[in-house]
């Protein structure tokens, strides 16, 4: 008697738990082949890598495949060491030229010849090709593998050619169309040559092309295809010359990966660059310990500043108690600054040059900001205490989120001014400059208001 069929990789990899325990082969085969291969990733997902090789050896074999192809690269990566040297290179065999690209960055290189090798000549000429370009370039994660034809051939001529190319093209969706030189002069939709007649010119059809040069940022090709609404991007190289196509699937997980890049850095993390579960505790470690140590020596210049204002502080022992409100609303204000900054760049609604306009807006944003913040800490604090201590606080709010607004978002913008990633200059770095720049202006503002010494 057959079970019903688990409808969830969670639930998947719990059903797995007990017969991987006892090395209930044929149980674990039942389960593998009632499930559908999207919940067959996330309970590889789930699994430790011992686990996840005897699973993914008893997978029928027309599910095999599917399953490897949608695993992140990382894991793919764990699988091929696991596995077989057959079963590894029949695989990698099966793949698209992009797709072992993103795997070939994820294995060492003496593994990764020896899967090259075990290429034919055509796949590994293929695959040499995107190898060739740039780390980080959309010419890397194009795929080479493409139909496309010629402005001057009718219909009927290219829906011969697209039948002739259906097994090994990763994409019919869209055609380029090509000159004489091979430059790149438009683009047709399948969908326009299916309702067009045979003897239509293509040239009478094609569109304008959008292309992405082939040395050109992964990220900015894949985000303008998706924000085009491209079901695929002819990709060209320096002379227009066609090379590749960048189909939408590759350009979404190339967004993917860089929004989880991104979100980790601005936490002040590495990214992990696999799903939790599967990451090795010292990985994790190693992911944090980094920025922690950067980020706790920055932190001394908090310290050095309380130490500069002891004499303030022993005047006015009030003081302390709001050093962690402060230093918490800056910190916060400059971080929304960097994090609504950063996503504009991303999306490429500002640029380098536009530093000073950004920089005028958050000026004006952080001084409303801390104007109602101000008022609102004025009003409750004298209240609590003295309006002289409110005036203190009051100030101090408008003038720290002022200046964190201004910096949080100035300091994206300065980073690819000067080319690194701007969630390398990510929000814990922000805080800490904030926390003592803002307590520096918190004394100066007490001591003027006070008279202290």
């Known amino acids: 008697m057959t079970t019903a069929p688990i409808d969830h990789g969670g639930q998947l990899a719990d059903a797995l738990d007990s017969p991987l325990a006892d090395t209930d082969l044929p149980r674990i085969s039942e389960l593998l082949t009632q499930a559908d291969p999207d919940h067959v990733v996330t309970a590889l997902e789930r699994l430790s890598l011992r686990q996840r090789a005897v699973v993914y050896r008893l997978l029928p074999k027309d599910k095999a495949l599917a399953v490897f192809e949608s695993?992140?690269?990382?894991?793919?990566?764990?699988?091929?060491?696991?596995?077989?040297?057959?079963?590894?290179?029949?695989?990698?065999?099966?793949?698209?030229?992009?797709?072992?690209?993103?795997?070939?960055?994820?294995?060492?290189?003496?593994?990764?010849?020896?899967?090259?090798?075990?290429?034919?000549?055509?796949?590994?000429?293929?695959?040499?090709?995107?190898?060739?370009?740039?780390?980080?370039?959309?010419?890397?994660?194009m795929t080479p593998e493409f139909v496309s034809t010629r402005h001057f051939l009718t219909?009927?001529?290219?829906?011969?050619?697209?039948?002739?190319?259906?097994?090994?093209?990763?994409?019919?969706?869209?055609?380029?169309?090509?000159?004489?030189?091979?430059?790149?002069?438009?683009?047709?939709?399948?969908?326009?040559?299916?309702?067009?007649?045979?003897?239509?010119?293509?040239?009478?059809?094609?569109?304008?092309?959008?292309?992405?040069?082939?040395?050109?940022?992964?990220?900015?090709?894949?985000?303008?295809?998706?924000?085009?609404?491209?079901?695929?991007?002819?990709?060209?190289?320096?002379?227009?010359?066609?090379?590749?196509?960048?189909?939408?699937?590759?350009?979404?997980?190339?967004?993917?990966?860089?929004?989880?890049?991104?979100?980790?850095?601005?936490?002040?993390?590495?990214?992990?660059?696999?799903?939790?579960?599967?990451?090795?505790?010292?990985?994790?470690?190693?992911?944090?310990?980094?920025?922690?140590?950067?980020?706790?020596?920055?932190?001394?210049?908090?310290?050095?500043?309380?130490?500069?204002?002891?004499?303030?502080?022993?005047?006015?022992?009030?003081?302390?108690?709001?050093?962690?409100?402060?230093?918490?609303?800056?910190?916060?204000?400059?971080?929304?600054a960097a994090t609504t900054v950063t996503r504009a760049l991303a999306l490429g609604d500002v640029r380098t040059r536009d530093i000073l306009r950004v920089l005028g807006r958050e000026v004006r944003v952080g001084l409303c900001l801390g104007a109602a913040l101000g008022l609102l800490g004025f009003g409750i604090t004298a209240l609590a205490f003295d309006w002289h201590i409110g005036l203190v606080i009051g100030l101090t709010l408008a003038g720290v989120c002022t200046m964190a607004a201004a910096v949080g978002g100035a300091m994206p913008l300065a980073a690819r001014a000067i080319r690194v990633d701007p969630a390398v200059f990510s929000n814990p770095f922000i805080t800490t400059f904030v926390d003592a720049s803002g307590l520096i202006v918190y004394f100066l503002i007490a001591q003027a208001v006070l008279g202290l010494g």
């Open 155 to 336: 219909v009927e001529e290219t829906m011969a050619r697209v039948r002739t190319r259906l097994d090994d093209a990763e994409t019919v969706y869209v055609l380029p169309v090509l000159d004489h030189s091979r430059r790149v002069v438009g683009v047709v939709q399948l969908r326009d040559l299916l309702g067009a007649e045979p003897e239509a010119s293509i040239g009478d059809l094609m569109q304008t092309a959008r292309t992405a040069e082939a040395v050109e940022d992964a990220e900015t090709a894949a985000r303008r295809c998706t924000e085009l609404g491209l079901l695929a991007m002819p990709v060209v190289d320096h002379e227009s010359r066609l090379v590749g196509m960048l189909t939408i699937d590759d350009a979404v997980r190339i967004l993917e990966f860089a929004e989880s890049e991104d979100s980790a850095r601005q936490g002040g993390v590495e990214p992990l660059r696999r799903p939790y579960l599967t990451t090795p505790i010292w990985s994790i470690v190693r992911s944090r310990i980094v920025w922690l140590l950067v980020l706790a020596v920055g932190a001394t210049l908090t310290v050095q500043v309380l130490s500069a204002f002891e004499a303030t502080l022993s005047q006015v022992t009030v003081l302390a108690l709001f050093v962690p409100l402060l230093i918490g609303t800056g910190g916060n204000t400059g971080n929304q």
């Open 71 to 141: 695993l992140d690269p990382q894991l793919q990566g764990d699988l091929v060491h696991a596995l077989q040297d057959a079963q590894a290179t029949s695989l990698f065999s099966e793949l698209d030229p992009d797709d072992r690209v993103w795997l070939l960055d994820e294995l060492p290189a003496n593994l990764a010849s020896k899967l090259l090798r075990g290429l034919s000549p055509r796949e590994r000429q293929l695959t040499a090709a995107v190898l060739g370009y740039p780390q980080g370039s959309v010419g890397r994660r």
